[in-house]
T-cell receptor, first 113, second 113 residues
Framework: NAGVTQTPKFRVLKTGQSMTLLCAQD?????MYWYRQDPGMGLRLIHY???????AKGEVPDGYNVSRLKKQNFLLGLESAAPSQTSVYFC????????????FGPGTRLTVL | AQKITQTQPGMFVQEKEAVTLDCTYD???????LFWYKQPSSGEMIFLIY??????QNATEGRYSLNFQKARKSANLVISASQLGDSAMYFC??????????FGKGNQVVVIP
């Protein structure tokens, strides 16, 4: 039981390049989330999904797209990376209940030059 | 929109002593959940404790307890008998009816031997 995993762990991009971050969970969770964490800040929600085939915008969605084609996977895409997207990205998942805890992946450190 | 406030500067605590981390929140929702997460220097987000807004008793999990004062909209974390491994950032988060966690900016704790 791996929990929530993220690929890759580190990445350096040049401005304008694209990439996809992969999040996978093996806990049969319905909800999945993508956050970013910047220095001195808490986590800010980018996009989330309440089930396979559904996605919704969070607090800071601009410049990102997501897809949830399979229940266990949640992909975060950057079509044209900008230096402002340099951050640590966390994926999380949870069951569908209000009191259910979000469990986090280890994070991906992304640098955009 | 929900707002979580953690305003304490970095805190130093002597090993084996207790420390209280303040968290206040603002919401108009009647039903919500409050969470605390720990983020050590290695970067992962570790769930510590949960309190539901309708729970009558304060939550406890081992050395962690949550001092929940609903009327004052505060959910302070108490760590008893501090250990060196407790040195970390601690984040308060709220899960309103929308199932989207809102995070505070965190409290830094350093445990001194």
């Amino acid at each position: 039981n791996a929990g929530v995993t993220q690929t890759p762990k580190f990445r350096v991009l040049k401005t304008g390049q694209s990439m996809t971050l992969l999040c996978a969970q093996d806990m049969n969770h319905e909800y999945m989330y993508w956050y970013r964490q910047d220095p001195g800040m808490g986590l800010r929600l980018i996009h989330y999904s309440v089930g396979e085939g559904t996605t919704a915008k969070g607090e800071v969605p601009d410049g990102y797209n997501v897809s949830r084609l399979k229940k266990q996977n949640f992909l975060l895409g950057l079509e044209s990376a900008a230096p402002s997207q340099t951050s640590v990205y966390f994926c999380a998942s949870k069951l569908a209940g209000d009191s259910d805890t979000q469990y986090f992946g280890p994070g991906t450190r992304l640098t955009v030059l | 929109a929900q707002k979580i406030t953690q305003t304490q500067p970095g805190m130093f605590v002597q090993e084996k002593e207790a420390v209280t981390l303040d968290c206040t929140y603002d919401t108009s929702d009647q039903s919500y959940g409050l969470f605390w997460y720990k983020q050590p220097s290695s970067g992962e987000m570790i769930f510590l404790i949960y309190q539901g807004s309708y729970d009558e008793q304060n939550a406890t999990e081992g050395r962690y307890s949550l001092n929940f004062q609903k009327a004052r909209k505060s959910a302070n974390l108490v760590i008893s008998a501090s250990q060196l491994g407790d040195s970390a950032m601690y984040f308060c988060a709220m899960n309103p009816e929308s199932n989207r966690l809102a995070f505070g900016k965190g409290n830094q704790v350093v445990v001194i031997p």
